[in-house]
């Protein structure tokens, strides 16, 4: 007899394995795959089959769970305590202070209200909001406001005070304050050396508080079908704490998520905690301290800034202002010896690059290195590489170094990418997915929430459509079909994580990670694919998630 904890039955199973075999009923014992079966084939073995749980899947999709390879889950967290000043909400800055205003008298005390998200460039009035707009919410409670971008707040004048921050201040190393035409502060804070002036009056959240927060945020994934999430560098927000913080959100299980985890390059460097690890060893550790829940994914670096910033580092100018290339973050020499570190020390390398010079000099580092201590399967990967050219990904290819796209733009910017930071050319192959997926590269799509919304259904409908926010189609020819971007958030980002032996796909010896959705991305319209609605996710055989409303 064979024991079975859970056999799905009625579902219509896209395994998404190498020939895209389709299913019925799929069995799962002790977290794992042991059974995927169509109705004619179950037929012969159900008399075996010892089953505690029956879930009757009633014609509903069931894929691989999801796979989102660039994210950062605690960043998002620590925003679900603050006021969402997104566009995707406020369309003006009277909206804003609305909210703002909402969020004060939910926490009526003097403590800070901080919100995220703003996009001067998407407000009605095109302009960022000053100290004197903040004004009219509060002149007693601080408000602090990030734009989108990370790179940019606005502080209100009470926050400006109580960080003694006045008109006679000079402006620090590598930020400068706003400032109107009599020199007074307009309460904008250009780059973090002047944010941080201000912000570090904030508060912290507690570390029970920051737990809260991430189950809160955990929750969001798993209701868009993520079995497997990475958190795109841990020490980026809140120093070397956030890996106690994690940690400890695992071992609550209040976030259920598997976890990989990217490590910034500074922990893992001289005076940095984890200096003197191999990755072996500090894999070993997360594992532990994790419950067997997280992987160690890799080294993080960055190599430019945002496109949308001016700050990605191009070959060629901006479109919009001949004078400007972006900056590469560091010295080319500088690079290679972080990475040939990385390298030699046994990590996957991840570094940052959106602006094909970036991704120029990253595949130069991870050349180099490769080339002085050749080492197979490396999977050294790039992050965004959303301006590569045809050049690049030959190159990486060659390499065989990994692309993960941030797809998303195309339909959150790209509109403004054609019309001002780009123009048609570089902008219509952006995330030059077709190109990438042609050449068999390795490559995966991501959100990096909290810059877009955590959804690999959007992402997958990004991919397949191209679709605008002014509803224009950029780059007919680097859409990818539904299979293909369904295996970029799946099989490709298990291949991406060194998982591809144990998820996926939906295959006896796999984990059983799943995702029920209420439609078949396969049959319906390429732009109702982000209509689809998770309905149920599965992680190691178990309901992580079910949709309370179910739809009619
Ligand atoms: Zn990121």
Redesign the pocket.
Known sequence: MVQVDTLYTNANVLTLDNENKRADIVAAYDGNIIGVWTHEQYKQIKEVLVTAEIVDLKGKTMIPGFIDT???LLMYALNKGQVNCSSERNKSIDEILANLRVFGEKTNDDSWIIGYGYDDTLLAENRHPTRYDLDQVSTDRPIFIKHISNHLAVANSCALQLAQVDDSIQDPAGGHFGRDENGQLTGVLYEPAAMDLVFKYAPTPSDEEVVQLIERAAQDYLAQGITTSSD??IGLVLGPKEYELHMKALQDDANPLRMRFMVMYDLLSEGGRFAQHSAEELDSQIQQDSHGKARLDSAKLFQDGSIQGLTGALRKPYYCDESLVGVLIMSQDELNQYVQDFHDRGFRVTT?GNGDRAIGSIIEAYQQAIDNSPKADHRHRI??VQTATSEDLQEMKKYDIAASFFINHVYYWGDRHKRIFLGPERAERMNALKEASELGMLYTLHS?CP?TPISPLFSIWAAVNRITREGNVLGENQKIDVIEALKSMTIYGAQLNFDEKTAGTIEVGKAADFAILDNDPTAVSPVELNNISVEMTIINGKTVYQKTAVKQ
Request: glycine fraction near 10%.
């Open positions: 660039h994210n950062h795109a560098g940052h992050e965004h990096d810059i």
